[in-house]
């Protein structure tokens, strides 16, 4: 049995998903990878703030994540490209051509009749996030990230395994900063704005007092 992968990496699998274009002839897969909405690690993943120049740079497209636990190079099945746009992070994943990797024309081919349907995403925090504030209409049950690095993005087969996808997010979660409980300003109560006295004619009163006596002291 292969042995579990342990790394700093953060994965998000995309079961379901939106393909928003697949071309022949340029054997590509265009789809819809994370947006701003709370996914099922409970977590919002900022889609304005992702880090794409990494990937940019070398936009590996790995089979299985195992591009980087396995010396095998046709895991590696393409090459890929990463935009934000509408309020989504796409990517693109161009298939290598089937005489130089037979794995890849075949996992291409599988997307297109259906039976693979699901990539996941592996990147990286780039700041501390925050749990949410009530005060900013955010859930308090909701960590949301502040900036991620695009790493990697794998193919993946389907379903996915139910356990280690709770595992995985008992594991995230627990590593998250801890909640801490929010502060509430009290309320002014209206009656103690009254209990502070007036002291105006006090004041004035003890002025007059003091002009008086210096002016009794001058003409002795």
């Keep these: 049995m292969m042995a579990e ?15 928003r274009r697949i071309s022949e002839e340029d054997r590509m897969v265009e789809f819809v990878a994370s947006t701003s909405s709370v996914d099922t690690y409970g977590t919002v993943i900022p889609v304005d703030r992702w880090d794409l120049s990494r990937f940019s740079r070398n936009g590996v497209i790995g089979y299985q994540h195992d591009i980087y636990y396995s010396s095998d190079p046709d895991n590696v099945i393409g090459r890929g490209e990463a935009v934000v746009e509408d309020e989504a992070l796409v990517v693109r994943i161009f298939f290598e051509p089937a005489e130089l990797n037979e794995r890849a024309d075949k996992i291409f081919r599988k997307i297109q009749f259906g039976s693979i349907s699901a990539v996941s995403v592996g ?86 007092a003091q002009r008086l006596l210096a002016q009794n002291n001058i003409k002795q």
Excluded: C, M
């Design 123 to 208: 990147f990286q925090p780039n700041a501390p996030g925050h749990w949410g504030r009530k005060a900013d209409g955010e859930d308090p049950e909701i960590y949301y990230y502040n900036g991620q690095t695009l790493l990697e993005v794998s193919v993946v087969n389907v379903p996915s395994n139910p356990d280690a996808t709770k595992r995985s997010i008992e594991e995230e979660r627990a590593s998250l900063p801890k909640r801490e409980p929010e502060t509430v300003q009290p309320e002014e109560n209206p009656e103690e704005r009254k209990t502070a006295p007036d002291t105006t004619n006090i004041r004035l009163t003890i002025a007059k």
């Design 5 to 19: 992968k342990k790394d700093n990496i953060l994965r998000r699998q995309i079961d379901n998903v939106q393909f």
